[in-house]
């Protein structure tokens, strides 16, 4: 098979590429970055230097492809994070219908199923429409839980202050999920014909956060570790003072309140496990904490 990935070599789309590639298919690989064309060679890919902004350029990375892997790359410069994201939709949708692609594999989020007041997963919402008003086109969505390897932006938290936190609370149930999951559950419906618009949701592990923490702290050496439930306001200026656009920090600050009221879970139904439990990302976590000096 011909399959064009989006995202680069990022956390998902390269193991994606790797068990592709290691199966026979014929890879090609979108990425904004000219510095990566040398890396996705030598992986086995073709690589297709472009922006998703350029319907153009997606067009003739998609044609000829019997399935696409979408995604919408991280933008925190973006102004209007919504915009960007639906806006990012729309040029897939152009793409897809001037290519004829027929099969379409789309990284979505749990909590997709809400047009508002989930910060930036409202904008997956609206690929989500867009991709399925697609006429003859199969398209499933791949509802992934919160990312484990958000957790590495609380190792600066941890070391300067000796806790973690955020505006929900230590009995918030959070449903997490490894991008390297992800990459396999992916790379299977790639590989599977399937039919009409639908979507699965794509999880690892799913635990109160007195749970996580705990198991992260004694990964790290820290069984006690203390998590804080921080206001909405200590949280949008934790993030602001490190770093982070205020639009931006804003829509992170509504998710912890979906978060927090269990809104986000309320269409979860467990679909599709991956193997990586929090117990076996713990060891990564440590990994990198200490590396971070």
């Known amino acids: 098979m011909k399959i064009t990935i989006t995202g680069s070599l990022g956390n998902i789309s390269k193991p994606l590429a790797e068990i592709l590639i290691k199966n026979g298919h014929e890879v090609t690989i979108i990425s904004s970055d000219p ?3 040398d890396d996705i060679t030598a992986l086995g890919a073709k690589p297709a230097i472009g922006s998703v ?9 998609f044609t000829g492809a019997d399935a696409i892997y979408t995604m919408v790359p991280p933008n925190f410069g973006a102004p209007h994070i919504r915009q960007y994201m639906a806006q990012t939709g729309k040029n897939y949708q152009e793409a897809i219908k001037a290519a004829g692609v027929k ?53 600066g938290l941890i070391k300067n202050m000796g806790i ?21 559950i992916a790379a ?3 590989q599977t014909p399937f039919e009409g618009k639908s979507h699965q949701y794509v999880v690892s592990d799913e635990q109160e956060m ?19 439930q921080f206001s909405d306001a200590e949280a949008f200026a934790g993030m602001t003072a490190a770093g982070m656009p205020e639009a931006i920090a804003a829509a992170y600050v509504e998710m912890g309140n ?6 986000l879970y309320e269409d979860f139904k467990p679909t599709t496990w991956g193997n990586t439990k929090l ?9 990198v904490y200490a590396a971070q000096g």
């Open 279 to 287: 117990a076996d990302f713990a060891k990564e976590f440590a990994a």
């Open 53 to 61: 902004s350029d319907v153009a350029f997606l067009t003739d990375a």
């Open 103 to 155: 099969r379409v594999v789309n990284l979505s989020s749990i909590g997709a199923h809400l047009p508002e007041g989930t910060g930036p997963i409202t904008g997956l919402y609206d690929v989500e429409q867009t991709l399925n008003s697609l006429d003859g086109v199969a398209v499933k969505h791949l509802r992934a839980g919160i990312f484990y390897i958000n957790f590495f932006f609380d190792i």
């Open 35 to 37: 510095k990566k064309a």
């Open 210 to 228: 007195t749970e996580v923490v705990k198991t992260l702290g004694t990964a790290i050496g820290k069984p006690a570790l203390p998590w804080v």
């Open 258 to 263: 979906a978060i927090n009221s269990g809104k």
């Open 164 to 184: 973690m936190g955020n505006n929900y609370g230590e009995k918030t149930k959070l449903v997490m999920v490894h991008p390297r999951d992800i990459a396999v």
């Open 188 to 190: 299977q419906e790639l």
